[in-house]
């Protein structure tokens, strides 16, 4: 067979420990033999980002505003651990936390749906999205503890010096403030992620605040989308047949316990952090789930939602054997193969990463699986594969 060409780079983010295992065999077994694979490479692995002082991490990020699709695999995150076990001259940032201030993306995660591996909500048939609002609010407020009587106030100065000022409350005792802020243009930036990635995986869009108690800062929010949504993507979501919903936030909770599945939620700041842990851990595994940086600009970078699998790495180092599950990270490569195949018109491209993930799927629908699946699966007497294997068993397939 001729392998599949491509016309132009992908930008190929390597990373750290089980992952970067996973990474090496993926590209030996899965795509190697059918693909001419054309990456530009980054060497993301902590060794690597310490040795240049993290400048590889910066350029990867930028050959993704370049080549516009990049594949990344997991890595640390260093802590004060890390900073030995790595005798690190710094303790570098979270390369995600770097790339997304670059791109100044949204990131999108996402269930791989299985038979055979069932949320634990029984009507949800289709995976959920969460979209998170990756800045401000709680997360960059400042926050006081009062100590007894005395007035708070919020005090806006403008450049020309003048002042508005609004109560936030007369203490007559103790208590506790906050104050938290975000901008116009990251929710712009937000919402232009969200309804494009809406477009592009032809699903609709549920977006919802508190705006009736928060009647300016949660309003903003939800008049920023609707902005956005009436002068440049109306026409284009009743062209694809898609929906732009919006609700209260508490009145979308109920609405996703009681749906299908089967679009995008877009969170808030603080409602995504909490949101996306319970729609993940209810359907399956953290090895199941998929992760997409959008750009408002159209970049896009893949990559699996889960860490590095430190536990199993050392595992596979004092020679055990490892049943990590590669799946995320084989999905995160066929989601930027079909994007990459997509924007440059290879439809031989688009076509192996449909195969390869449908490859996959029936692996574990046939039965033949991860350990961490087989402890959750419905299908009887599974078959338990190592690393290696399950990746085998699906070359075989494919
Ligand atoms: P983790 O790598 O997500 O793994 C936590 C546990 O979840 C594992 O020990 C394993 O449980 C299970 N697990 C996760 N992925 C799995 C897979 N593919 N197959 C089977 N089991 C899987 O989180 P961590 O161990 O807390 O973090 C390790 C490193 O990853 C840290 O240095 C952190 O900074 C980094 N990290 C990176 C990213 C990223 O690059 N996007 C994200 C998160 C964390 P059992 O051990 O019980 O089998
Ligand atoms: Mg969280």
């Known amino acids: 067979m001729e392998k599949i060409k491509m016309t132009t780079p992908l930008v190929e983010m390597d990373g750290d420990e089980m992952t970067r295992i996973l990474w090496k065999m993926i590209k030996e077994e899965l795509l190697e033999p059918y693909i001419d694979l054309n990456t530009e490479y980054y060497d993301l692995g902590l060794e690597h980002r310490n040795e240049t002082n993290d400048q590889v991490t910066v350029d990867s990020a930028l050959a993704t505003k370049k080549y516009k699709v990049a594949v990344k695999c997991a890595t640390i995150t260093p802590n004060a651990a890390r900073m030995d076990e790595y005798n690190l001259k710094e303790m570098w940032k979270s390369p995600n936390g770097t790339i997304r201030a670059i791109l100044d993306g949204t990131v999108f995660r996402a269930p791989i749906v299985v038979k055979g591996i069932e949320p634990c909500v029984k009507n949800w048939k289709k995976p959920i999205t969460i979209a998170r609002h990756a800045y401000g609010d709680v997360y960059k407020g400042s926050e ?16 020309d010096g003048t002042q508005t000022k609004e109560l936030v409350h007369e203490f007559d005792g103790p208590g506790i403030v906050q104050g ?33 108690i928060s009647k300016k800062y949660d309003h903003t929010f939800k008049d920023i989308f609707q902005e956005i949504y009436d002068a440049e993507f109306d026409e284009k979501f009743k062209a694809a047949g898609i929906e732009y919903f919006y609700t209260l936030i508490d009145d979308a909770v109920a609405r996703v316990m009681k749906s299908a599945g089967g679009y995008i939620w877009a969170c808030k700041n603080y409602d995504g952090d909490v949101m996306s842990d319970m729609v993940s851990s209810a359907f399956g595994s953290l090895a199941m789930m998929t992760s997409v940086l959008v750009s408002p600009e159209g970049y896009y970078e893949y990559e699996a939602a889960h860490g590095t699998v430190q536990r199993h790495y050392y595992k596979h180092l004092k020679g055990e054997e490892t049943s990590t599950n590669s799946v995320a990270t084989i999905f995160a490569w066929t989601g930027a193969l079909r994007k990459r195949g997509e924007l440059d018109g290879n439809k031989e491209l688009m076509e192996f990463a449909d195969r390869l993930e449908k490859a996959t799927i029936d692996t574990i629908e046939s039965g033949e699986m991860t350990k961490d699946l087989a402890l959750i699966t419905t299908i009887e007497n599974p078959t338990v594969l190592n690393t290696e294997g399950f990746i085998k068993a699906i070359a075989k397939r494919l």
């Not at 006081?144 to 450049?159: C, D, F, H, R, S």
């Open 144 to 159: 006081m503890k009062i100590p007894g009587a005395g007035k708070v106030e919020l005090v806006y100065t403008a450049e």
């Open 180 to 212: 938290m802020h975000n901008l116009n243009k990251s929710i712009e930036s937000f919402a232009r992620s969200c309804f494009s990635y809406a477009l592009d995986t032809k699903q609709d869009l549920w977006f919802a605040t508190k705006d009736t």
